[in-house]
């Protein structure tokens, strides 16, 4: 009895002593996931054919609700004028026919400003305006919580890329939490644009920190897969430290690059004119999958972007974020496979 104790003792500190890096892990397989773009159309069991080629098991439906500018409580959502992915009913068929294939859902509604002006500047100008905007917002997320729940998706995330609006309403998102968690009991996380995912105070009330991972690495015009992996060497040590402190674990709410060049100077920048250039596509995302994917404390991530209609997508000469029938879909088709 004394000796089979002292096993079971010795037991229990080998594995105190032991990596726990993987106990903060939500998900039990790496996320290989794609940021499905919402879609005019219904989507089909033969849509969703090339997501499962490309050995894809996850991916992001995003609806989208509507602010006239940054500076506006406005916000208007599901309305009978969007595109079908963009509201609720679009959401949960795309959701059925995904799960049908067995590709897990990540739910993710977001917000367009007119003029495409960046979700993060979005900046009440008096408290009555901050109070108005936070119940439009509420009635927002909560409806696609609650579409979440009644479909089952396996994740939500509760906003994406709201950098001023939650250093400036710290107590609203504490709160929204909560009412998310009463309607929606599956994981959560929260999309934080790459400069500013320490700002959230609350990542402990959620299942991962979520960064949508355009970091500025590299000023050539075709990196190499080394001159990239190098550069994203201090990042990788500050995001890991981070996830280390808070105990959760970190996932890609969005990640990508255009087919340009300078494609890694700054892959936020989706405007800007250049050649195209697949080779620099390429290793920019070979060197993300090789400096993040064997990591036992990151979850993965959500390749941006993927369009229903996949024979017009992309191609030769395409200079945007999609790997559709270029080079690049090869590369990220055997990298998923791999994982």
Same mark, same amino acid.
């Given at each position: 009895m004394i000796?089979?104790?002292?096993?079971?003792?010795?037991?229990?500190?080998?594995?105190?002593?032991?990596?726990?890096?993987?106990?903060i892990v939500v998900f039990s397989q790496k996320i290989n996931g794609l940021s499905f773009v919402a879609s005019r159309n219904h989507v089909v069991a033969e849509t969703i054919i090339p997501v499962?080629?490309?050995?894809?098991?996850?991916?992001?439906?995003?609806?989208?609700?509507?602010?006239?500018?940054?500076?506006s409580a406005?916000?208007?959502?599901?309305?009978?004028?969007q595109w079908w992915g963009e509201k609720k009913?679009?959401?949960?068929?795309?959701?059925?026919?995904?799960?049908?294939?067995?590709?897990?859902?990540?739910?993710?509604?977001?917000?367009?400003?007119r003029g495409g002006t960046f979700t993060g500047t979005i900046q009440m100008n008096s408290e009555n305006d901050w109070q108005?905007?936070?119940?439009?917002?509420?009635a927002f997320i909560l409806a696609y919580a609650e579409v979440a729940a009644s479909e089952n998706f396996e994740l939500f995330c509760i906003g994406t890329e709201l950098n001023a609006f939650v250093v400036a309403r710290p107590n609203f998102w504490k709160q929204i939490i909560v009412k998310i968690k009463k309607v929606y009991s599956g994981k959560l996380t929260y999309a934080a644009n790459w400069d500013s995912y320490q700002n959230p105070t609350f990542w402990k009330d959620l299942d991962c920190i979520g960064i949508d991972a355009y970091f500025p690495l590299h000023i050539n015009k075709t990196a190499t897969v080394n001159e990239l992996t190098k550069a994203w060497e201090p990042i990788k040590r500050e995001i890991a430290s981070?996830?280390? +402190?808070?105990? #959760?674990?970190?996932?890609?709410?969005?990640? %990508? &690059?255009?087919?340009?060049?300078f494609t890694a100077k700054e892959p936020w920048e989706s405007n800007t004119a250049g050649a195209y250039n697949v080779e620099a596509q390429e290793n920019a995302l070979q060197a993300i999958f090789e400096t993040f994917w064997q990591e036992s404390w990151f979850e993965g991530g959500?390749?941006?972007?993927?369009?229903? +209609?996949?024979? #017009?997508?992309?191609?030769?000469?395409?200079? %945007? &974020?999609?790997?559709?029938?270029?080079?690049?879909?090869?590369?990220?088709?055997?990298q998923f496979e791999r994982n």
């Open positions: 000796r089979n104790s002292f096993l079971f003792l010795l037991i229990i500190i080998s594995c105190a002593g032991s990596d726990t890096s993987r106990d499962v080629n490309l050995n894809a098991n996850w991916v992001t439906l995003m609806p989208f609700g509507f602010m006239p500018n940054a500076n406005s916000l208007t959502f599901d309305h009978e004028r009913e679009g959401v949960k068929q795309a959701g059925k026919v995904f799960q049908a294939k067995g590709i897990k859902r990540m739910l993710k509604p977001q917000i367009w400003i108005a905007f936070e119940k439009n917002y509420e981070y996830s280390k +402190t808070l105990k #959760k674990s970190i996932l890609f709410t969005e990640f %990508g &690059y255009r087919s340009v060049d959500f390749l941006w972007k993927w369009f229903d +209609t996949y024979e #017009k997508a992309g191609g030769e000469g395409h200079t %945007g &974020y999609t790997i559709q029938n270029k080079k690049s879909e090869l590369l990220v088709k055997q």
